[in-house]
């Protein structure tokens, strides 16, 4: 639902950053152009038309859909598909503005804020564990949105995956998420060490 997105301080955090970031780049033409520019360069076909998405006030599955255009789904955290992964264009985007010679101090402060917040861990842990949940809850809202709806089955889906969230707390499903989290905070420190400044935290600060 929309509502569990700011539930906590840190899912507040990442759904925040996830919505200032569009903002950031259509407040003007040129960090517009900036992100068109990283599209074009990293993309083909229709994907080049790829805009950056906010959390629609309303939709259940808005912050599902958000979250996947950055990450890719749970179920497709491979180095394939991380590889046209739209995590690496913001925070190339972002360097671009946050280190051009002709961009305003103000402007540059703001961009690296956005990258700092981008490369944090607990923003990296906080999305996947959202794409978890959203990888179990989407397709019962899904579910429960459609006409002529069985209500039986709808009872049965509801306490099946009451049962899976249940687990969501063990240490051996955490062990998993971190993991997941590692192999892409590896992959994408890879693909940024062109971009200088960039460091992608693989821990909690200390």
């Given at each position: 639902?929309?509502?569990?997105v700011?539930?906590c301080v840190?899912a507040q955090?990442?759904?925040?950053l996830?919505?200032?970031?569009?903002?950031f780049f259509?407040e003007?033409?040129k960090?517009?152009d900036v992100?068109t520019?990283?599209?074009?360069?990293?993309?083909?076909?229709?994907?080049?038309?790829?805009k950056l998405?906010?959390?629609?006030a309303?939709?259940?599955?808005?912050?599902?859909d958000?979250l996947r255009?950055k990450?890719?789904?749970?179920?497709d955290?491979?180095?394939?598909?991380?590889?046209r992964?739209?995590?690496?264009?913001?925070l190339?985007?972002?360097?671009t503005?946050?280190?051009?010679?002709?961009?305003?101090p103000?402007?540059?402060?703001?961009?690296?804020?956005?990258i700092i917040?981008?490369t944090?861990?607990?923003?990296?842990?906080?999305?996947f564990?959202?794409?978890?949940?959203?990888?179990?809850t989407?397709?019962?809202?899904?579910y429960l949105?459609?006409?002529r709806?069985?209500?039986i089955a709808?009872?049965?889906?509801i306490?099946h995956?009451?049962?899976?969230?249940?687990?969501?707390s063990?240490?051996k499903n955490?062990?998993?998420?971190?993991?997941r989290?590692s192999?892409?905070?590896?992959?994408?420190?890879?693909?940024?060490?062109?971009?200088?400044n960039?460091?992608?935290?693989?821990?909690?600060?200390?």
């Amino acid at each position: 639902c929309v509502g569990c997105v700011w539930c906590c301080v840190c899912a507040q955090n990442v759904f925040s950053l996830i919505n200032k970031t569009p903002v950031f780049f259509t407040e003007s033409y040129k960090r517009a152009d900036v992100w068109t520019d990283t599209i074009y360069e990293n993309e083909t076909g229709t994907e080049k038309l790829r805009k950056l998405k906010k959390i629609g006030a309303t939709r259940w599955n808005s912050a599902d859909d958000v979250l996947r255009s950055k990450f890719n789904t749970w179920s497709d955290q491979n180095e394939t598909e991380l590889s046209r992964n739209h995590y690496y264009y913001v925070l190339n985007a972002l360097h671009t503005i946050a280190y051009a010679d002709n961009t305003n101090p103000h402007t540059a402060s703001d961009a690296r804020a956005l990258i700092i917040n981008w490369t944090s861990y607990e923003t990296l842990i906080t999305a996947f564990l959202f794409l978890q949940l959203f990888s179990l809850t989407t397709p019962v809202s899904k579910y429960l949105q459609t006409k002529r709806l069985d209500y039986i089955a709808a009872w049965n889906k509801i306490n099946h995956i009451t049962k899976i969230l249940k687990t969501m707390s063990d240490i051996k499903n955490y062990n998993d998420l971190k993991q997941r989290v590692s192999i892409f905070i590896k992959i994408m420190t890879k693909r940024t060490q062109p971009l200088e400044n960039i460091f992608i935290q693989d821990e909690f600060p200390a």
